[in-house]
T-cell receptor, first 117, second 110 residues
Framework: DTEVTQTPKHLVMGMTNKKSLKCEQH?????MYWYKQKAKKPPELMFV???????INESVPSRFSPECPNSSLLNLHLHALQPEDSALYLC????????????????FGQGTRLTVV | DAKTTQPPSMDCAEGRAANLPCNHS???????VYWYRQIHSQGPQYIIH???NNETNEMASLIITEDRKSSTLILPHATLRDTAVYYC???????????FGGGTRVLVKP
């Protein structure tokens, strides 16, 4: 199984709502990632979890709250979002990078398309 | 983190080879070069990676210059399904960081 599964595929939420995005992998990967992607732009790294601990937070606003409850699951809790937060949210997983960044590939989910109204 | 530079776009004729350049002049000695692609509305997909030697798999070939300051991804016989944005990336072991640059938007034309 080389899949990263993201749910839901589409989400529409109001600015006062609280919602969660979910990501699951069963490849035994110990690194998991959240990315945000706006139209015609590259994916923008938000968070990295290594061994279920937050290792990178790219100065993401606190209205985005990640959680890694176990080695297979990654959540992104959303609260009080703004319309400009509408984007494709991608989850990925990989083995931990060896020194130099090799020798492992990352697997990406198909994303959750989020619309904030 | 070492940065990469890629042309923003290129066209390629179906059936011909597509050569995608990437400049990474600040690469350090132990950093790998990775290539991913993203087909419209899908998640990125791993293509190939290398350290020093040229590499080939069923999808593509990767040519890395001897000084490792640049590389070229070769799609040997481009098909319409190869239309995508191609990203050249240098992952960082510090924090397990995988950062995307601008990429090259490749359009394969019939």
């Amino acid at each position: 199984d080389t899949e990263v599964t993201q749910t839901p595929k589409h989400l529409v939420m109001g600015m006062t709502n609280k919602k969660s995005l979910k990501c699951e992998q069963h490849m035994g990967h110990r690194a998991m990632y959240w990315y945000k992607q706006k139209a015609k732009k590259p994916p923008e790294l938000m968070f990295v979890y290594s061994y279920e601990k937050l290792s990178i937070n790219e100065s993401v606003p606190s209205r985005f709250s990640p959680e890694c409850p176990n080695s297979s699951l990654l959540n992104l809790h959303l609260h009080a979002l703004q319309p400009e937060d509408s984007a494709l949210y991608l989850c990925a997983s990989s083995q931990l990078f060896a020194r130099g960044g090799g020798n492992t590939e990352a697997f990406f989910g198909q994303g959750t398309r989020l619309t904030v109204v | 983190d070492a940065k990469t530079t890629q042309p923003p776009s290129m066209d390629c004729a179906e059936g011909r080879a597509a050569n995608l350049p990437c400049n990474h002049s600040t690469i350090s000695g132990n950093e790998y070069v990775y290539w991913y692609r993203q087909i419209h509305s899908q998640g990125p997909q791993y293509i190939i990676h290398g350290l020093k030697n040229n590499e080939t798999n069923e999808m593509a070939s990767l040519i890395i210059t001897e000084d490792r300051k640049s590389s070229t991804l070769i799609l040997p016989h481009a098909t319409l399904r190869d239309t995508a944005v191609y990203y050249c990336i240098l992952p960082s072991a510090a924090g397990n960081k995988l950062t995307f640059g601008g990429g090259t938007r490749v359009l394969v034309k019939p």
